[in-house]
Nanobody, 125 residues
């Protein structure tokens, strides 16, 4: 599967952005899709994910209640709605997919073999 992330931009603290991950094929029942991010000088970290079957969602603690991941099957797109953005959310965001990731590894970037290019999110005060 090929992925293409978009939707990044610059917002002020408290603002919102919606990231899109367009996939080359349907991911429902095929791929778990996740968003990761990498800030300057930091390692890439997990943000949110949605499982291939059942569409269960899971989040990194710092974004719970602010970010929502969802799947639009009609458009072969996985969305990440980001509200109440904070300066620490500034990073390059990547979407990734895996057909084989197991539950215990779903937050591990090494478990994902398909990656889109990054999209930059900048949050300023």
């Amino acid at each position: 599967v090929q992925l293409q992330a978009s939707g990044g931009g610059s917002v002020h603290t408290g603002g919102s952005l919606r990231l899109s991950c367009a996939t080359s094929e349907r991911t429902s029942n095929r791929y778990t899709v996740a968003w990761f991010r990498q800030a300057i000088g930091k390692e890439r970290e997990f943000v949110a994910g949605i499982t291939r079957s059942g569409g269960r969602t899971y989040y990194e603690d710092s974004v719970k209640g602010r970010f929502v991941i969802s799947r639009d099957n009609a458009k072969n797109t996985v969305l990440l709605q980001m509200d109440n953005l904070k300066s620490e959310d500034t990073a390059v965001y990547y979407c990734a997919a895996s057909a084989t990731v197991i539950l215990s590894e779903r937050m591990n970037d090494r478990a994902y073999g398909n990656w889109g290019q990054g999209t930059l999110v900048t949050v300023s005060s």
